[in-house]
């Protein structure tokens, strides 16, 4: 099947249009029609070459939304025109014990990304969201309910499940008391799934800036990271700290906030951080933990959690056209929400 989309030719991360082919589908694929594509700050790191070398050109995005054009012969769950959902990985091993536990982001043999990454069968190049149609295996299509508007539900895909399955593994419930460092894409998820678990939420920002934001999604407020005297009077006072920060820093400076036996959770950098400091570890019996998106099962499960709170995340929807603005606003870090693609504009 013909399509286009928009892809980096190099590490200069720059996106310009491109057209390609995607497979002939095979008895277990769904096509998708892609109606929008949010825009996470992976797919800048990894456009830009932060997690390595990449094969270009490079189609990203693993926030993708649409409906079913057509159905492999075997394909049992979907038919065309059911409204689906795309995520961060395509395909995985299916039979090692994490993938049978629903954990396929940690698949022993390696799970496949939406793009970037070997097809397990035809060893092409996966191609992400920022396009007009995607082919992927049914077992990694999951189902968007009527109940959500679909020009919003896209940065579900990645931002609410990699924010939601920390805080269900870490047992958020009502009363917790969690911290959310950085207030964009994820953590503008986490504060809302947060609240609608119940907890008792603040936004640890660079500043207060965004406390307006913070404040109309739920959280109590802004603790800010550079106010010493504020920070030192916050120590001890959270359950957990969900870390979204994209780039290399001192989570030092968020350690003693943590009660005993809390947790920092680290969602964000992936890569090298500054020296750690045990002091605060040995001194509160506290932790340093990580986590990586979710399963197919919870992303289903947080798409229907979303469904059934009303949540949404606040998207800024724009045409393809405008993606390369939207890299240089995500470089900045100082968007409270997510950019997402109307993909409808785009043409074969
Ligand atoms: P984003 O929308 O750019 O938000 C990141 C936020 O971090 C910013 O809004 C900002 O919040 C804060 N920040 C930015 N630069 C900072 C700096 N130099 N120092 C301290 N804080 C800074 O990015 P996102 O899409 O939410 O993604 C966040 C990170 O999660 C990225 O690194 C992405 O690759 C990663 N990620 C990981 C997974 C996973 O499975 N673990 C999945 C998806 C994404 P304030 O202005 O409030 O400080
Ligand atoms: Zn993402």
């Given at each position: 099947m013909k399509t286009i989309g928009y892809a980096a030719?190099?590490?200069?991360a720059k996106m310009t249009p491109y057209h390609f082919e995607r497979r002939t589908l095979r008895s277990n694929d769904v096509a998708i029609e892609i109606l929008y594509s949010g825009v996470c700050h992976s797919d800048l790191h990894t456009v830009n070459g932060d997690w390595g070398p990449q094969p270009y050109p490079l189609v990203p995005g693993h926030e993708i939304v649409g409906q079913v054009l057509e159905v492999g012969k075997?394909?049992?769950k979907y038919k065309v025109g059911d409204r689906v959902a795309v995520g961060c990985?395509?395909?995985?091993?299916?039979?090692c014990d994490h993938c049978e536990h629903d954990l396929e982001q940690y698949c022993r043999n390696g799970m496949t990304p939406t793009y970037g990454a070997p097809d397990r069968i035809s060893k092409e190049i996966t191609q992400g969201g920022y396009s007009k149609h995607i082919v992927v295996r049914e077992e990694f299509v999951v189902s968007v309910s009527d109940k959500l508007d679909i020009s919003k539900a896209a940065p579900i895909l990645c931002a609410g499940i990699t924010t939601y399955s920390p805080l269900r593994t870490w047992g958020v419930t009502k009363g917790t008391r969690v911290g959310v460092i950085g207030l964009g894409g994820l953590g503008h998820m986490a504060v809302k799934l947060a609240v609608a678990m119940g907890a008792e939420v603040t936004v640890i920002s660079?500043?207060?800036?965004?406390e307006k934001e913070a404040q109309a999604i739920g959280a109590k407020g802004i603790l800010a990271s550079t106010d010493e005297a504020a920070m030192q009077a916050a120590a001890?006072?959270?359950d957990f700290i969900l870390d979204t920060v994209p780039v290399k820093h001192d989570f030092n400076t968020y350690m003693?906030?943590?009660?005993?036996?809390g947790t920092l959770c680290l969602v964000g950098q992936i890569g090298p951080m500054e020296e750690p400091m045990t002091m605060p570890l040995v001194f509160g019996r506290r932790r340093i933990a990580g986590s990586l998106i979710g399963g197919i099962k919870e992303t289903q499960d947080v798409l229907d959690f979303c469904a059934e709170h009303n949540i949404h995340p606040d998207c800024k929807i724009i045409s393809p056209d405008q993606i390369n603005d939207a890299f240089k606003d995500l470089e900045k870090g100082d968007i409270a929400y997510r950019y997402v693609m109307d993909m409808s504009k785009l043409a074969v």
């Open positions: 030719q190099d590490s200069s075997d394909v049992q990985m395509v395909d995985s091993c299916q039979t660079r500043s207060k800036t965004k001890s006072s959270f003693p906030l943590l009660e005993l036996d």
